[in-house]
C-alpha cells in the first residue's frame, strides 16, 4: 500500500509540467507548496494514513498541511495531538509553527481551548495524551481529521480510541481522516512498526508499508528542500549508530534495547492451567499526569505460577488520585476474589507504614499483604530476566500485552518507564518462593508475617 519509487517519480514530474492536475485541494491558509510526498499525502483518499520514516522529511509540516485543507468548510474540525503539551508548545513545534503560518491570516487564536478558529466557523485544536486515561477528554467531542504527530509516543489503545471521535454532521461534505507522522524509535516504535507493516524490502532495499487500508509514505530527509542537507547530515554523525540510523535513514530494522528482555521470549497463549497459585503484586503511585511532566504509573500485576511455568494473566494500570487509586484496587481485589493474594510494595518511614494500614482496612476479608522494598532492583529482575529468556513466562493474551513487551524491550534505558517489569520482579520472586524452591528467588524480600502485613 506504501507509494512506489515509480509513483513517486511520476508524481514530481506531473508536479513539474503541469501542477493543476496533481496538486491536492489548498487554502489561503497553507502558506507554501507541498513537496512532491507532502502532495502525495494530501491527495490520499483513504481513511488511515501514516507517514514515517527519516527526521526533517517534512512530515510534521505535512500533517499540519492537512489540517488545514478544510478550514474553508463550515463546521469542519481537525484536531493534532502530541504526547505532552511541553511537546507541542516547543519551538519549532507544531503549535509553534502554526502560530508562524496563521498569525498574519483572519484566523483567530483561542489560548484557553488551544484552537485557531476560522471565519467559516471551522476550528484547529492541539492537544495532547500525557496519560492513557488522557483519550477520555475527547469522548464527546467530534472532528473530521485528527492528527498524531510522533506516533510512536503514544500507545496503540490511544490511537485506536480516537477514532470513536472521528465523525462528521449531516451535511459536512469533507473526508473523514486519521493522519499520524513518526520518526523510528520511541516506546511505541513496535506497534506502530506491525500496525502499519512497515518494512525493508529485502531484494530492492526500499522501505514499503501499509496493510488494511492503511497506507504508508516512507519520510527521507532528502525530500525536504527547506533544510541544510550538509549540516544536517553533519549533525546526525554525532548521534550512537541506532539513533542515527532511525533519524537518518529512517531505518525501522534499528531499535533500542535495554539488554534485559527481548520481546520474543514471551510467547502469548490464549488459556492458562485451571490449577495454579495466583497473586498480584501493586506499585502505587497516586499522581495525576500535569503538562509537561510524565509521572510514574501505579501498576497491579496478576500472574501464576504452574509446573515451571510464570503465567501473566492481567495488568492494571492507572495515574490518577490516591483515592481513585484505592477505588482501582479494591474493585481489582474483588474480581480477583478471596484465592488471590493482594501483595503492595511498602515505602519507607511513617508515611509507608500508614499505607499499608489504610489499604489493609480498605481490603479487609481478602489476604493483603505489604512488603518492605529494599536492595537494588537487580536482584528481582535478573532472575525474570533469566526465566523470561528460556520460555519460562508467558503472557495471556489482552490488550495489556503491547504496552508490556514494548516496555520489557527498553527496562534499563534512561526515562523509559519500567513500572510493570519492577512489579512483575517483586511478584514472581514471591510466587517462586511459595511454589518452587529450585528457582532462583531473592530472600532478602521475605519477612516474618504479622496478620495481613509483614512490616
Given at each position: 500500500?506504501?507509494?512506489?519509487?515509480?509513483?513517486?517519480?511520476?508524481?514530481?514530474?506531473?508536479?513539474?509540467?503541469?501542477?493543476?492536475?496533481?496538486?491536492?485541494?489548498?487554502?489561503?491558509?497553507?502558506?507554501?507548496?507541498?513537496?512532491?510526498?507532502?502532495?502525495?499525502?494530501?491527495?490520499?483518499?483513504?481513511?488511515?494514513?501514516?507517514?514515517?520514516?527519516?527526521?526533517?522529511?517534512?512530515?510534521?509540516?505535512?500533517?499540519?498541511?492537512?489540517?488545514?485543507?478544510?478550514?474553508?468548510?463550515?463546521?469542519?474540525?481537525?484536531?493534532?495531538?502530541?504526547?505532552?503539551?511541553?511537546?507541542?508548545?516547543?519551538?519549532?513545534?507544531?503549535?509553534?509553527?502554526?502560530?508562524?503560518?496563521?498569525?498574519?491570516?483572519?484566523?483567530?487564536?483561542?489560548?484557553?481551548?488551544?484552537?485557531?478558529?476560522?471565519?467559516?466557523?471551522?476550528?484547529?485544536?492541539?492537544?495532547?495524551?500525557?496519560?492513557?486515561?488522557?483519550?477520555?477528554?475527547?469522548?464527546?467531542?467530534?472532528?473530521?481529521?485528527?492528527?498524531?504527530?510522533?506516533?510512536?509516543?503514544?500507545?496503540?489503545?490511544?490511537?485506536?480510541?480516537?477514532?470513536?471521535?472521528?465523525?462528521?454532521?449531516?451535511?459536512?461534505?469533507?473526508?473523514?481522516r486519521m493522519r499520524s507522522a513518526s520518526n523510528p524509535g520511541g516506546i511505541g516504535h513496535d506497534w506502530v512498526q506491525r500496525y502499519f507493516n512497515i518494512h525493508t524490502d529485502p531484494i530492492t532495499g526500499i522501505l514499503r508499508g501499509g496493510l488494511n487500508g492503511r497506507l504508508f509514505i516512507p519520510a527521507l530527509k532528502s525530500d525536504n528542500p527547506h533544510?541544510?542537507?550538509?549540516?544536517?547530515?553533519?549533525?546526525?554523525?554525532?548521534?550512537?549508530?541506532?539513533?542515527?540510523?532511525?533519524?537518518?535513514?529512517?531505518?525501522?530494522?534499528?531499535?533500542?534495547?535495554?539488554?534485559?528482555?527481548?520481546?520474543?521470549?514471551?510467547?502469548?497463549?490464549?488459556?492458562?492451567?485451571?490449577?495454579?497459585?495466583?497473586?498480584?503484586?501493586?506499585?502505587?503511585?497516586?499522581?495525576?499526569?500535569?503538562?509537561?511532566?510524565?509521572?510514574?504509573?501505579?501498576?497491579?500485576?496478576?500472574?501464576?505460577?504452574?509446573?515451571?511455568?510464570?503465567?501473566?494473566?492481567?495488568?492494571?494500570?492507572?495515574?490518577?488520585?490516591?483515592?481513585?487509586?484505592?477505588?482501582?484496587?479494591?474493585?481489582?481485589?474483588?474480581?480477583?476474589?478471596?484465592?488471590?493474594?493482594?501483595?503492595?510494595?511498602?515505602?519507607?518511614?511513617?508515611?509507608?507504614?500508614?499505607?499499608?494500614?489504610?489499604?489493609?482496612?480498605?481490603?479487609?476479608?481478602?489476604?493483603?499483604?505489604?512488603?518492605?522494598?529494599?536492595?537494588?532492583?537487580?536482584?528481582?529482575?535478573?532472575?525474570?530476566?533469566?526465566?523470561?529468556?528460556?520460555?519460562?513466562?508467558?503472557?495471556?493474551?489482552?490488550?495489556?500485552?503491547?504496552?508490556?513487551?514494548?516496555?520489557?524491550?527498553?527496562?534499563?534505558?534512561?526515562?523509559?518507564?519500567?513500572?510493570?517489569?519492577?512489579?512483575?520482579?517483586?511478584?514472581?520472586?514471591?510466587?517462586?518462593?511459595?511454589?518452587?524452591?529450585?528457582?532462583?528467588?531473592?530472600?532478602?524480600?521475605?519477612?516474618?508475617?504479622?496478620?495481613?502485613?509483614?512490616?
Amino acid at each position: 500500500m506504501a507509494l512506489s519509487a515509480q509513483s513517486l517519480a511520476y508524481l514530481r514530474e506531473q508536479v513539474r509540467l503541469k501542477p493543476e492536475l496533481v496538486w491536492p485541494r489548498l487554502t489561503k491558509y497553507i502558506p507554501h507548496a507541498p513537496t512532491p510526498k507532502q502532495a502525495a499525502f494530501l491527495l490520499l483518499p483513504h481513511l488511515e494514513a501514516f507517514y514515517g520514516g527519516a527526521a526533517s522529511g517534512g512530515k510534521s509540516d505535512g500533517l499540519l498541511m492537512a489540517g488545514l485543507q478544510y478550514v474553508d468548510v463550515p463546521r469542519y474540525a481537525a484536531l493534532i495531538l502530541r504526547r505532552t503539551f511541553k511537546d507541542l508548545a516547543l519551538p519549532g513545534a507544531l503549535m509553534d509553527r502554526a502560530f508562524e503560518w496563521l498569525r498574519p491570516s483572519d484566523a483567530q487564536w483561542d489560548d484557553t481551548e488551544t484552537t485557531w478558529r476560522f471565519p467559516s466557523g471551522a476550528t484547529l485544536t492541539f492537544g495532547y495524551l500525557a496519560s492513557e486515561n488522557d483519550k477520555y477528554r475527547y469522548q464527546s467531542s467530534e472532528f473530521q481529521y485528527i492528527a498524531f504527530d510522533e506516533l510512536t509516543g503514544f500507545s496503540e489503545t490511544q490511537y485506536r480510541y480516537l477514532f470513536s471521535r472521528l465523525r462528521r454532521r449531516a451535511g459536512v461534505n469533507v473526508p473523514l481522516r486519521m493522519r499520524s507522522a513518526s520518526n523510528p524509535g520511541g516506546i511505541g516504535h513496535d506497534w506502530v512498526q506491525r500496525y502499519f507493516n512497515i518494512h525493508t524490502d529485502p531484494i530492492t532495499g526500499i522501505l514499503r508499508g501499509g496493510l488494511n487500508g492503511r497506507l504508508f509514505i516512507p519520510a527521507l530527509k532528502s525530500d525536504n528542500p527547506h533544510i541544510d542537507q550538509a549540516s544536517y547530515t553533519e549533525s546526525l554523525s554525532r548521534l550512537d549508530p541506532i539513533t542515527r540510523a532511525q533519524l537518518a535513514e529512517g531505518d525501522w530494522s534499528a531499535r533500542q534495547s535495554g539488554g534485559k528482555f527481548k520481546r520474543e521470549w514471551f510467547e502469548i497463549v490464549d488459556a492458562i492451567p485451571a490449577e495454579l497459585t495466583a497473586a498480584r503484586w501493586w506499585d502505587t503511585a497516586g499522581t495525576l499526569p500535569k503538562p509537561g511532566k510524565d509521572p510514574d504509573w501505579t501498576r497491579g500485576v496478576k500472574a501464576g505460577y504452574r509446573a515451571g511455568v510464570t503465567y501473566i494473566i492481567d495488568i492494571q494500570s492507572t495515574r490518577d488520585t490516591p483515592g481513585q487509586v484505592e477505588k482501582l484496587v479494591k474493585q481489582t481485589a474483588q474480581l480477583d476474589g478471596i484465592s488471590v493474594t493482594q501483595y503492595m510494595g511498602q515505602e519507607p518511614g511513617d508515611a509507608g507504614i500508614k499505607m499499608i494500614d489504610d489499604y489493609r482496612l480498605l481490603l479487609m476479608g481478602y489476604v493483603f499483604i505489604g512488603v518492605r522494598e529494599t536492595g537494588p532492583k537487580e536482584l528481582y529482575i535478573n532472575p525474570v530476566s533469566s526465566q523470561a529468556e528460556a520460555g519460562n513466562i508467558k503472557l495471556l493474551r489482552g490488550t495489556w500485552n503491547a504496552a508490556f513487551l514494548d516496555e520489557a524491550e527498553t527496562y534499563g534505558l534512561s526515562g523509559q518507564h519500567d513500572d510493570q517489569l519492577d512489579a512483575l520482579g517483586k511478584l514472581c520472586n514471591k510466587l517462586w518462593l511459595a511454589n518452587d524452591a529450585s528457582v532462583e528467588t531473592v530472600e532478602s524480600y521475605e519477612y516474618t508475617i504479622s496478620g495481613a502485613s509483614d512490616y
